[in-house]
């Protein structure tokens, strides 16, 4: 450690993002990526004006591709905060209203970010478990004397909740901030953002990193209140005034407002979403219902960290989580059928060969 690097950095526990492996081409489902392109109006969009326009500084209030986000939802620009991903914009929101020593409460089993955060804001990271079929535990949701992060649908079960389940945990008490998390919210799931007109202690951050299949891109949105919204992007003009980029400004703008394509994207991955679960589930597979780009599923029969292990030799990257109580789950992304074909295809080789060495180990 260097002589200048703060001793409270000492344990800062780095979030680790689904492996980018370089030795060879890979079908990358580890990282709930998506195999589509973003929308083609994106191309219309970058037009030489808007390369030139690199030669000035973004308006610092992003007012154009707020006011797109908002007008496709229903909220006024001034409800809309936008950030470098969804990722920063939860990072502004623990700057604004998060200090050392405050509570926040999470599931033991979601996006682990939450926990970074909590680690680098010095918070009190609360893990309250899920339930035994993997659902958010609601009720202690509604009693945990903590402000809340969670993600809807969660990441990585792939389950949502109702909005009117939210709703008890919003409207419970209204000096308590409550996060909702809704990257995946495109692939079927209720979305809560007609709660943010009736609560003021609710921001929803969504993405256009997932279903809008723009990652590279990292443009993420926050809707709250319009005060809380203020108050961030005071936060946001103290330390990175100019977050978002010229160009990810105007492709953001052209890919919200093609509303068709987000459909014709999502309508396709939960249609092969639908046949990978069945394909799993004839082969016995436990499968988690999911309303997002993945799928989450026992390995009863071989270690699930050895399945990975065998579909990456075969050029396939998805992912698996050591902690103990989903040790035995893997997470693989809904790619295009070809990808998600392929993928059966080794995973019952894998099984074959096997079952093939354990019954030759057995005799
Ligand atoms: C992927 C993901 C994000 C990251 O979004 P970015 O906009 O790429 O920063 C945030 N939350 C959850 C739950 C995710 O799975």
Redesign the pocket.
């Known amino acids: 450690m260097s002589y200048f690097f703060l001793d409270g950095y000492e344990d800062m526990e780095m979030y680790s993002p689904g492996e980018q492996p370089q030795d060879r081409p890979y079908i990358k489902l580890n990282?709930?990526e998506s195999s589509y392109p973003p929308s083609p109006a994106i191309l219309t969009a970058l037009s030489q004006v808007q390369i030139n326009s690199m030669s000035h500084y973004e308006d610092p209030y992003n007012k154009q591709i707020r006011k797109a986000i908002g007008d496709r939802y229903d909220f006024s620009p001034e409800q809309v905060f936008v950030g470098n991903?969804?990722?920063?914009?939860?990072g502004f929101i623990m700057m604004s209203f998060f200090r050392e020593g405050f509570n926040i409460a999470s599931a033991d089993i979601?996006?682990d970010?939450y926990r970074t955060y909590a680690k680098t804001f010095h918070l009190n990271y609360i893990q309250i478990p899920l339930k035994d079929d993997f659902s958010i535990d609601v009720d202690k949701f509604v009693d945990v004397d903590s402000d809340i992060i969670l993600?809807n649908p969660n990441?990585p079960i792939g389950k949502a909740l109702p909005v009117s389940e939210i709703e008890r945990i919003v409207a419970k008490d209204p000096k308590r901030l409550v996060i909702i998390?809704e990257?995946?919210i495109d692939y079927g799931a209720d979305t809560c953002l007609p709660l943010v007109n009736k609560y003021s202690n609710l921001i929803v951050?969504q993405?256009?990193?997932?279903s809008r299949n723009m990652?590279g891109a990292?443009?993420?949105f926050g809707i709250a209140d319009k005060e809380l919204i203020d108050e961030m992007r005071k936060v946001k003009f103290c330390v990175s005034p100019f977050n978002l980029n010229t160009l990810s400004q105007s492709i953001g703008i052209a890919a919200v407002n093609d509303t068709e394509y987000l459909k014709e994207c999502t309508s396709r991955t939960i249609e092969i979403r639908r046949w990978m679960q069945d394909e799993l589930m004839k082969d016995g597979y436990h499968v988690i219902p999911t309303l997002t780009n993945f799928v989450f599923f026992r390995v009863d029969h071989m270690p699930a960290s050895l399945m990975a292990a065998k579909l990456k030799e075969r050029g396939i990257l998805i992912r698996h989580y050591d902690d103990e109580r989903i040790k035995d789950y893997l997470r693989i992304t809904i790619g295009t059928r070809a990808e998600m074909e392929l993928v059966m295809k080794y995973i019952r080789e894998i099984a074959e060969e096997y079952k093939k060495e354990s019954m030759k180990k057995a005799s």
């Open positions: 990282a709930n991903g969804a990722d920063e914009v939860i979601t996006y970010f993600p990441n998390d990257a995946y951050v993405t256009f990193s997932k990652p990292r443009i993420g």
